[in-house]
């Protein structure tokens, strides 16, 4: 068992990177939490977009595009999350992700909407956004989930383009580590998935997530973040919630739905996200040589953030202000 007094030393920062101010994450929870009592549905919580890593602030300005104008959350969320994929400089999703020890650039991707729907793609080659292709694997066909030369075969037939994805200095790194061939995934920090939540006006919820996996893995291996359940989940009674870090400790615990659940049975998405850590570290003894980072949502606009190892970061967008936090870790 985890002591939870270890949790509740855990104080972290919040660093309200917009205004460059400190406050700590329970002080800044216990707020919202007051705020939402008064309230119920605050307008001022809603609409909102929260999102894993750095990344998260470009790819959070192009979903408050959407939800500024009354768009979808469902919206939202894929054209936030493309801001990544096109980005060659982002070297975890889409275009100028690390390919596998193979040299091949993999990705996987899924999008859930606020009636349950949802689609996926993994281990898809050659396309800059695998989450569009999700969203139609939704959209358009009796299924869940496309992989490989399937999914690929799919996205051409829907008019996407077969592109190469494999920057020079991807190519670059994948070749200096071939010298080594050195693979540790618990110590690798090569991978940095995109994972968002939006809740829109309408206080419909909706979620997204993508990534080239794990820089240097078996061809063929698909991590969390396509898998409904692990890498996403969203229930439009209940909220959302979205993980990033090593994806086989994530698909464990299931625990994007895990944190959903917890959510439903009351625990406030910080709660919910803490608890799902502690189930990794209670399960997983080797916990402390990974990471993996949480975060929800609950349908009052409330957020919620949690990572085994210190250096996660997530973007949270409402209010017109695009805030780059650090979330508290359990180390
Ligand atoms: N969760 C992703 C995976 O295991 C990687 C990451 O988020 O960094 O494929």
Redesign the pocket.
């Known amino acids: 068992m985890i002591d939870r007094r270890e949790f509740l030393k855990n104080t972290g920062l919040v660093t309200l990177g917009t205004i460059g101010l400190t406050k700590s994450v329970s002080a800044l929870i216990q707020e919202e939490t007051a705020d939402t009592a008064k309230t119920n549905l605050d307008e001022e919580l809603i609409p909102v977009v929260i999102s ?1 890593w750095k990344h998260g602030i470009p790819a959070n300005e192009a979903a408050w595009k959407v939800l500024a104008v009354n768009g979808k959350a469902l919206d939202a969320v894929e054209q936030g999350v493309r801001v990544p994929e096109a980005d060659p400089n982002v070297q ?1 999703v889409g275009y100028g992700g690390l390919p596998d020890r193979d040299g091949y650039v993999t990705l ?1 991707a899924c999008i859930m909407d606020e009636k349950g729907n949802c689609g996926s793609v993994a281990c898809i080659q050659n396309i800059k956004h695998p989450i569009s292709v999700a969203r139609l694997v939704m959209e358009k066909t009796p299924h869940i989930m496309l992989v490989g030369d399937g999914a690929l075969k799919f996205a051409l037939a829907n008019g996407f383009k077969k592109e190469n994805l494999l920057t020079k200095e991807a190519k670059e790194k994948w070749l200096k580590w071939k010298k080594e061939s050195n693979y540790n995934p618990k110590k690798s920090n090569e ?3 995109i ?1 968002m939540l939006a809740i829109d006006k309408a206080c419909n919820i909706s979620g997204a997530c993508t ?4 820089a240097w ?1 078996y061809h063929g ?5 396509p898998i409904i359940g692990a ?1 996403m989940y969203i229930d439009n009674e209940v909220g959302g919630a979205a ?6 400790a ?1 698909i464990k615990i299931a625990g994007s739905f895990l944190i959903v659940e917890l959510m439903r049975n009351g625990k406030s998405p910080q709660e919910a996200c803490e608890l799902a850590i502690e189930r990794i570290i209670k399960n997983q003894s080797d916990y402390k040589d990974f ?3 949480f975060i929800a949502l609950d349908k009052k606009g409330r957020y919620g953030a949690y990572s085994i190892n210190n250096g996660f970061q997530f973007a949270l967008y409402r209010n017109k202000q695009n805030q780059l936090l650090d979330s508290k870790s359990f180390l």
């Open positions: 894993t975890s996987d991978h940095d998935t994972g990534t080239s996996g794990l893995k291996r698909v991590g969390d973040s890498g993980a990033t870090g090593k994806g086989e994530v990471q993996v980072g």
